[in-house]
Structures are given as structure tokens and as C-alpha cells.
T-cell receptor, first 115, second 112 residues
Framework: EADIYQTPRYLVIGTGKKITLECSQTMGHDKMYWYQQDPGMELHLIHYSYGVNSTEKGDLSSESTVSRIRTEHFPLTLESARPSHTSQYLC??????????????FGPGTRLTVT | RKEVEQDPGPFNVPEGATVAFNCTYSNSASQSFFWYRQDCRKEPKLLMSVYSSGNEDGRFTAQLNRASQYISLLIRDSKLSDSATYLCVVNYPSGGSYIPTFGRGTSLIVHP
């Protein structure tokens, strides 16, 4: 079992609220990622990090922000939630391997509904 | 053109059948390749890595064809529990590192 955790698992919140989705891993992995996935659709990378103090935007434009102050923690923040943010958010991590043949380990996801 | 393409299916097969999925990728500099399995409303989990020489894990066989830029997954003797979405993942070069890119997934339904 992967040691990567996400909280909350489910969240229903009103438009305009600020929210932070938490992600933590205890495997010491340098790389961490946030994906957005709508039901039956593909995963879209929205943010990733190579390590502490590193954050990059993914290929899906997102109004969210991330931070990486500690290796094990990679929170995602929405400053003002909108109904279009309703989706499942998946956090993942992977080790740095010299030949890049690394796999990703996923958290259980946060299912967000913005009303 | 999408970077990683899969036939979304669904593939609807009886128990015991053999089924194969393909996945094509567009960047020839891609470094590594994987198949993940995702159950409904769950997170993806690694099924197997795909090596240049091909590899087998029980009923599952993965192949890589770099010349034609595709990978395949073969499932023999399908079980009801194999019903899931199978995601193709390709690690693309980006900014000095490699970033995983997911296909949309192929849905498999195994029926009695």
C-alpha cells in the first residue's frame, strides 16, 4: 500500500470560499503532483513539484496554487471556489530515479463539489 | 493531436477471453512507459511497467514498439475482477526531467 494521504476525502462548499486540499506522503519522494479528473475522463496534470521550494504548472490551466515547504507535504489551494472547480483531485508522488523509470503512487483523492 | 491516445472502449468480453489494448504516443523521446488500472471512483494503481524487451506478469503481457510508438497490453483468461479502466502512461521529457502523461484510458467490462 502506498503511504500517501489526502484530506478531506469529500468536500461540499459554496461558491467564493477559499479551500485547501491536503496531500502528504511518508515515502520521502521528491516529486509530487496534482491531477484533476472528471468522471469517465482522463487525468489532467495541474501542478507538480521536483522537491522542496519547487512548483511548476501542468498542462491544464488552473486557478489553484500549490506550495512545497516540506518534502512530505504538497497542499493545493483554491482562493475562490467556483462550480467549474467541481471535480476529483488526485495527488501523487514518485521517487527520483536516475533513468526516470519511476512509477507514481496515488492518494485516494478528494471529491470536491462547489455549489 | 493528443500526446497519448487510447481507444476508450468499452471492450465488453466474456470471462476467459483474451483481450488486447493499444496505446500510441507522439513524442519519440519518451523514456518510460506504464499501464495503470483504475477502478470506478478510485485512484489509479500501477499494473505493470513496460520494458523494451516486453514483459509478462501472470495473465498480463505488455509490449513496447518504439519504431511505431505504441505500447500494448494483453490480458489472457479474463476474470470478472479485471473489469476496470486501463490507463496508458508515458513519461515525456520536460525541463530536464520527465513528466508522466496519461491517456484517457480504455474501459474493460468482463461479463459472466
Amino acid at each position: 500500500e502506498a503511504d500517501i494521504y489526502q484530506t478531506p476525502r469529500y468536500l461540499v462548499i459554496g461558491t467564493g470560499k477559499k479551500i485547501t486540499l491536503e496531500c502528504s506522503q511518508t515515502m520521502g519522494h521528491d516529486k509530487m503532483y496534482w491531477y484533476q479528473q472528471d468522471p469517465g475522463m482522463e487525468l489532467h496534470l495541474i501542478h507538480y513539484s521536483y522537491g522542496v521550494n519547487s512548483t511548476e504548472k501542468g498542462d491544464l490551466s488552473s486557478e489553484s496554487t500549490v506550495s512545497r515547504i516540506r518534502t512530505e507535504h504538497f497542499p493545493l489551494t483554491l482562493e475562490s471556489a467556483r462550480p467549474s472547480h467541481t471535480s476529483q483531485y488526485l495527488c501523487a508522488s514518485s521517487p527520483e530515479v536516475w533513468d526516470n523509470t519511476y512509477e507514481q503512487y496515488f492518494g485516494p483523492g478528494t471529491r470536491l463539489t462547489v455549489t | 493531436r493528443k500526446e497519448v491516445e487510447q481507444d476508450p472502449g468499452p471492450f465488453n468480453v466474456p470471462e476467459g477471453a483474451t483481450v488486447a489494448f493499444n496505446c500510441t504516443y507522439s513524442n519519440s523521446a519518451s523514456q518510460s512507459f506504464f499501464w495503470y488500472r483504475q477502478d470506478c471512483r478510485k485512484e489509479p494503481k500501477l499494473l505493470m511497467s513496460v520494458y523494451s524487451s516486453g514483459n509478462e506478469d501472470g495473465r498480463f503481457t505488455a509490449q513496447l514498439n518504439r519504431a511505431s510508438q505504441y505500447i500494448s497490453l494483453l490480458i489472457r483468461d479474463s476474470k470478472l475482477s479485471d473489469s476496470a479502466t486501463y490507463l496508458c502512461v508515458v513519461n515525456y521529457p520536460s525541463g530536464g526531467s520527465y513528466i508522466p502523461t496519461f491517456g484517457r484510458g480504455t474501459s474493460l467490462i468482463v461479463h459472466p
